[in-house]
């Protein structure tokens, strides 16, 4: 069995690939997995690291506005038709998944005008327009959010997923998580992260409310800061006095399922992937949506988590020292209210998300024998 995927330019869409991926490679050992994206999205340097195959495609994003790059951008399209069709009856798949991006609208696209069956996986509770276009031609649309499924209109068959997740985000306890980081299981972790680049607006704000939280018994704070932040940031804290050992500042978390196993309470981004991670280990969140996401899909994905009450949004703009200060104490102070996000979250988790959209995927091949399918559904 053959099996394309494709999703690039970012790795929200690059790692959803990447898990559904190997569980195809559970589901099926001798399956020959590839992947196609584009020599300037973050898949040229991470797929190769998973030891998956990868053939490139030439294709760029269209901008919003009529102008001399969209038509640059057309022309790369209709070369990118040509590379996917090359590449389509090259390899002749059983099965092609796309992730969303840009990238994989040529290769999907070509694959289901050959009849080939196709996938699309949706992170978003807005979904991209290239997904929104595909749904058009393709058999199945799994949904990482609920809310998605009301702006697909083509005949693609919807079904609600959740988004795939690595498989190390479950492999850590609480107490195994503590240990591991050197932290008090006596007391309540907040875990910030804007990102793998961190967020400026959000430490500035964690600045206030970790100098205010500094020596506090009952609290500590786990804060990735993002590589090009870190400097500033521990500069202006020693300016300020300084904080104390229950403040852990940090350029970059490199072992992000231990500090989430960890983690009693969230201050985060509202990207699909990290959200669902969240979610799969029940923890509450106040979610700060990058305002200048596409379509501002992230305060869609913050708000369709909020309204499940298992997180709080604060905007962007609204973001100060004080208002998460008040959001932490909170909490801090209303241990039930806490574990009614617990639940809410727990409850929004979807831990097996990536196993269930290979089954289903494979399982749309038509030629698949029965006795498979059985030993597939079991």
Known sequence: MKVILSGGGTGGHIYPALTIADQIKKLQPEAEISFVGTQQGLEKDIIPRYGYKLQFIEVAGFKRSLSLDTLRSAAKLFAGLYDAYKIISNEKPDL??????????????????????????????????????????????????????????????????????????????????????????????I????????????????????????????????????????????????KRGGVADNIIIKPYLHNMPVALAAADLAVFRAGAIGLAELMAKGVPSLLVPYPYATANHQEFNARAVEAQGAAKVILDKDLTGDTVLEFIEHLLVHEEELQQMHAAAQKLGRPRAAEVIAKEAVLSLIHISEPTRHSLIS
């Open 96 to 189: 092609v998944i796309g992730t969303g991006g840009y990238v994989c609208g040529p290769i999907v696209f070509m694959a289901a005008l050959k009849g080939i069956p196709c996938c699309i996986q949706e992170q978003n509770a807005m979904p991209g327009v290239t997904n929104k276009i595909l749904s058009r031609y393709v058999r199945k649309v799994f949904l990482g959010y609920k809310e998605g499924g009301k702006y697909f209109h083509g005949k693609a068959e919807l079904e609600y997923t959740g988004n795939p997740i690595r498989s190390e985000i479950l492999q850590h306890t609480r107490e195994e998580a503590v240990k591991e980081l050197g932290l008090d299981p006596a007391k309540k972790t």
């Open 191 to 238: 875990l910030v992260s804007g990102g793998s680049r961190g967020a400026r607006t959000i430490n500035n704000a964690m600045l206030e409310a970790e100098l205010a939280l500094s020596g506090r018994a009952e609290v500590q704070v786990l804060h990735a800061t993002g590589d090009v932040n870190y400097d500033a940031y521990m500069a202006e804290i020693k």
